[in-house]
């Protein structure tokens, strides 16, 4: 059993910078795909970044926050980050830690297992 507590969001304008935060609890946090989705007002929950539990794991990032978001996580901590930057208008959303067990996709909703309760990010122009 993992439970996730996402925090960070706010309102900021175009071009700044913002860092989430998941809080993590559960002995098997480690063994965990941990992955953060965001859900824009009328749209489907997107996968915007994810990342295996061993240290050197491989990122993964969509196209569209390619170069501009980090994921990162620190295992000894049980914490996931998104630091994101550059940040645009059309980044606005609900944003929402998530981990996934072994199978499935990563950028597949309903192959996640456990769910943050989102924090809104905010970006005027």
């Known amino acids: 059993q993992v439970q996730l507590v996402d925090s960070g969001g706010g309102l900021v304008h175009t071009g700044d910078s913002l860092k989430l935060s998941c809080a993590a609890s559960?002995?098997?946090?480690?063994?965990?795909?941990m992955a953060w989705f965001r859900q824009a007002p009328g749209k489907e929950r997107e996968f915007v970044a994810g990342?295996?539990?061993?240290?050197?794991?491989?990122?993964y990032y969509a196209d569209s926050v390619k170069g501009r978001f980090t994921i990162s996580r620190d295992n000894s901590k049980n914490m996931v980050y998104l630091q994101m930057n550059s940040l645009r208008p059309e980044d606005t959303a609900v944003y929402y830690c998530?981990?996934?067990?072994?199978?499935?996709?990563?950028?597949?909703?309903?192959?996640?297992?456990?769910w943050g309760q989102g924090t809104q990010v905010t970006v005027s122009s």
């Open positions: 559960g002995r098997t946090f480690n063994s965990y795909f």
């Open positions: 990342k295996n539990w061993w240290s050197g794991a491989s990122t």
């Open positions: 998530a981990a996934k067990g072994g199978t499935g996709s990563r950028d597949r909703v309903r192959d996640y297992n456990y």
